[in-house]
Nanobody
């Protein structure tokens, strides 16, 4: 499976963006898919994950503002980002894995397939 992230852009604080993570080369309905982000000079940070069962886990910093969903027909996972803040500025990466241990699902090393990233810039 290969992943392609898209949908990034520049938006003012309070605005919205929807990111997409499209899979090719196989179906990933049973995969866990996560979004991470990395701001310049900072470590990659967990944002949210959705398991094959549909169970979701959000970072506290985005809870209530971001929503992850998946369309298994289109082989795509979406990240709807509302009420964006300047602190959300980062490059966003989607990642996937067939098997992710629940206790480690917030860790980048749990995912073996990564997209190329899409840049989100929020101006205040």
């Amino acid at each position: 499976v290969q992943l392609q992230a898209s949908g990034g852009g520049s938006v003012q604080a309070g605005g919205s963006l929807r990111l997409s993570c499209a899979a090719s080369g196989g179906t990933f309905r049973s995969y866990s898919v996560a979004w991470f982000r990395q701001a310049p000079g900072q470590e990659r940070e967990f944002v949210v994950t959705i398991r094959g069962s549909g169970t979701t886990t959000y970072a506290d910093s985005v809870k209530g503002r971001f929503t992850i969903s998946r369309d298994n027909v289109k082989n795509t996972v979406y990240l709807q980002m509302n009420s964006l803040e300047a602190e959300d500025t980062a490059k966003y990466y989607c990642a996937a894995s067939r098997s992710v241990i629940l206790s480690a699902q917030r860790l980048p090393r749990s995912y073996d397939t990564w997209g190329q990233g899409t840049l989100v810039t929020v101006s205040s």
